[in-house]
């Protein structure tokens, strides 16, 4: 099984500032016959279900706000908010569909400083 | 609009039985693959199951395999979730959510609200 970890457990940020997040897979999750990295990332608001913000490792869903990106390739990968706001406050999941099971990171949790 | 509502959740004693139900609107539930997740109390997500579109591609967690089951009912734009030899670590809240794709392997783009199981004697 893919195990799934991620850095920092939390960070705080000022309003305004840049905040990266790290994902780590245990094994590589690059399909080498279309190279795409089977790697999403979600944000949970506290009461809510999760959102999906980025998916094939880089790509935007429909709607999610351009200063959310997502980079990395293989097993190594990174969500990065480049100008925090107050509605980013929330937690962040990576997630792995490669294979099952489809494992989530343990979160990171993002706070206004 | 998507929906995704799940229902069947419930305080049940260790070692009973419980099924969790998903109504799904909005789109073409017999296109896409389904999935559940759950949620510990303060914890973070761990993926239990998921089934493709024709319930051809199952997959479980280990934590739940042999105990649980999933299904889907095409025609009733339904996915089920039968859950037997409940244990206190099942507690959680459970998500349906779909899939966007057919088959298994690509991320989940939209999550009902979740229906909390609570195992407990």
């Known amino acids: 099984d893919i195990v799934m970890t991620q850095s920092p457990d939390s960070l705080a940020v000022s309003l305004g500032e840049r905040a990266t997040i790290n994902c780590k897979s245990s094994?590589?999750?690059?399909?080498?016959?279309?190279?795409?990295?089977?790697l999403a990332w979600y944000q949970q608001k506290p009461g809510q279900p999760p959102k999906l913000l980025i998916y094939w490792a880089s790509t935007r869903e429909s709607g999610v706000p351009d200063r959310f990106s997502g980079s990395g390739s293989g097993t190594d990968f990174t969500l990065t908010i480049s100008s925090l706001q107050a509605e980013d406050v929330a937690v962040y999941y990576c997630?792995?569909?490669?294979?099952?099971?489809?494992?989530f990171g343990p979160g990171t949790k993002v706070d206004i400083k | 609009e998507v929906q995704l509502v799940e229902s069947g959740g419930g305080l049940v004693q260790p070692g009973r039985s419980l099924r969790l139900s998903c109504a799904a609107s909005?789109?073409?539930?017999?296109?896409?693959?389904m999935h559940w997740v759950r949620q510990a109390p303060g914890k973070g997500l761990e993926w239990v199951s998921g089934?493709?579109?024709?319930?051809?591609?199952?997959g479980y967690a280990d934590s739940v395999k042999g105990r649980f089951t999933i299904s889907r009912d095409n025609a009733k734009n339904s996915l089920y979730l039968q859950m037997n030899s409940l244990r206190a670590e099942d507690t959680a809240l459970y998500y349906c959510?779909?899939?966007?794709?057919?088959?298994?392997?690509?991320?989940?783009?939209?999550w009902g609200q979740g229906t909390l199981v609570t195992v407990s004697s």
């Open positions: 094994q590589s999750v690059l399909y080498s016959s279309n190279n795409k990295n089977y």
């Open positions: 959510a779909k899939d966007s794709g057919q088959w298994l392997h690509t991320p989940f783009d939209y």
């Open positions: 909005g789109f073409t539930f017999d296109d896409y693959a």
């Open positions: 089934i493709s579109w024709n319930s051809g591609s199952i």
């Open positions: 997630q792995q569909y490669y294979s099952t099971p489809e494992a």
